[in-house]
Nanobody
Framework: QVQLMESGGGLVQSGGSLRLSCAAS????????MSWYRQAPGKERELVAA????????SYADSVKGRFTISRDNAKNTVYLQMNSLNPEDTAVYYC???????????WGKGTLVTVSS
């Protein structure tokens, strides 16, 4: 079974940093792209960052570009999201997601809450 477990969320002041981790199991991690999404109160879930299976490149939402860094360690089956210069608009539940299977099935973690105080 595919399992994704986010960790590292918490309460941080504006300008602070957090590093989120997503530990994956139940599939060949190195074969799948991974991504981070977030969902703020009253908002739709949005893509934050993505990284291919090889980790050769990364992509980011404009709102986090230059502040967030996605990375992965295939030996540890873990994808990370380093978040710097946080602001209250970054407050959300952050989810990691595996790239879709050939059957179109998506797998999500349960999320970790990031709260940025002003």
């Amino acid at each position: 079974q595919v399992q994704l477990m986010e960790s590292g969320g918490g309460l941080v002041q504006s300008g602070g940093s957090l590093r989120l981790s997503c530990a994956a199991s139940g599939f060949t991690f190195s074969s799948y792209a991974m991504s981070w999404y977030r969902q703020a109160p009253g908002k739709e879930r949005e893509l934050v960052a993505a990284i291919p299976s090889s980790g050769a490149w990364t992509s980011y939402a404009d709102s986090v570009k230059g502040r967030f860094t996605i990375s992965r360690d295939n030996a540890k089956n873990t994808v990370y999201l380093q978040m710097n210069s946080l602001n209250p608009e970054d407050t959300a539940v952050y989810y990691c997601k595996r790239g879709s299977s050939s059957a179109g099935v998506n797998f999500w973690g349960k999320g970790t809450l990031v709260t940025v105080s002003s």
